[in-house]
């Protein structure tokens, strides 16, 4: 049900909540902030007020895609 696709909620400008890791009621957006790696969410839980943070990546641009991928493959490609 759930996916863990970082993308999906990057297309629409609603952040859907998520599961309060202190009570298990939804935790809401409440606040969103560019930073250098992407958006900073900070979401709140309307049952117990548990507060968490969390950075998701932009919509990487295929410079960003290709250093992902050659951190992914260990730097191994070769150099000319
Ligand atoms: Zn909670």
Redesign the pocket.
Known sequence: MASKDPFNFLNSPMVPPIP?V??G?NMHCVHRSPVAEGERQQFK?A??S?EVERVVGSLPSDAAIQAEAEKLLGMKRPKH
Do not use: A, F
């Open positions: 309060c202190s009570c009621n839980c049952t117990c548990h």
